[in-house]
Nanobody
Framework: QVALVESGGGLVQAGGSLRLSCAAS????????MGWYRQAPGKQRELVAT???????NYADSVKGRFTVSRDRARNTLYLSMNSLKPEDTARYSC?????????WGQGTQVSVSS
């Protein structure tokens, strides 16, 4: 059974950094796209960053230059390095993958940025 488990969230001051991890299990995901989304209270879920099976990355304009998405294929783990965090980055961050035609989501990890 496929499972995605995020970790690494927390409370940080504006300008600080965090690194999120998403450990995938139940399959081999190295050739599949994976991504990070976030949802703030009262707002719609939005794409943060994705990485394709061949390593191409895509970022939301709001995080370009501050966030970096990467993956460790051997460990089936997706990462999101977040620098220069802003209060508007406060949200629940979830990872996702489309694996063999099905979408899978993790439970998410909370990131809170204080001003």
């Amino acid at each position: 059974q496929v499972a995605l488990v995020e970790s690494g969230g927390g409370l940080v001051q504006a300008g600080g950094s965090l690194r999120l991890s998403c450990a995938a299990s139940g399959g081999t995901f190295s050739s599949y796209a994976m991504g990070w989304y976030r949802q703030a209270p009262g707002k719609q879920r939005e794409l943060v960053a994705t990485v394709s099976g061949d390593g191409q990355t895509n970022y939301a304009d709001s995080v370009k230059g501050r966030f970096t998405v990467s993956r460790d294929r051997a460990r089936n783990t997706l990462y999101l390095s977040m620098n220069s965090l802003k209060p508007e980055d406060t949200a629940r961050y979830s990872c996702t993958t489309r694996w063999k035609g099905r979408d899978f989501w993790g439970q998410g990890t909370q990131v809170s940025v204080s001003s």
